[in-house]
Nanobody, 126 residues
Framework: QVQLVESGGGLVQAGDSLRLSCAAS????????MGWFRQAPGKEREFVAA????????QYADSVKGRFTISVDDGKNSVFLQMNSLKPEDTALYYC???????????????????WGQGTQVTVSS
């Protein structure tokens, strides 16, 4: 059974950085795409970033390009989201997600993802 456990959220000020972690277990993830999504109060869950486990392909939402970086550490079976220059509008519950895929396409729609973590809260004050 796939398990995804997020950590690293917190309360920070605008301009600060945070690094979110997603510990993945239960499978060999070499053929998986791993994604980060976020959901702010009263809003739909939206795509943030995704990466093939091999690390050879990534995708970012326009709103985070140049500020966020997604990466994989195969040895730790973990996915990371480095978030720099945080803004109040980045405040949300951040979810890690996974989908088995051999396609070269990186999925950016939440409906494609089969496995989800419980989320970690990121709050950015102005």
């Amino acid at each position: 059974q796939v398990q995804l456990v997020e950590s690293g959220g917190g309360l920070v000020q605008a301009g600060d950085s945070l690094r979110l972690s997603c510990a993945a277990s239960g499978r060999t993830f070499s053929n998986y795409v791993m994604g980060w999504f976020r959901q702010a109060p009263g809003k739909e869950r939206e795509f943030v970033a995704a990466i093939r486990w091999s690390g050879d392909s990534t995708q970012y939402a326009d709103s985070v390009k140049g500020r966020f970086t997604i990466s994989v550490d195969d040895g730790k079976n973990s996915v990371f989201l480095q978030m720099n220059s945080l803004k109040p509008e980045d405040t949300a519950l951040y979810y890690c997600a996974a989908v088995l895929s051999t396609s070269r396409t990186i999925m950016t729609t939440r409906g494609w993802y089969d496995y989800w973590g419980q989320g970690t809260q990121v709050t950015v004050s102005s």
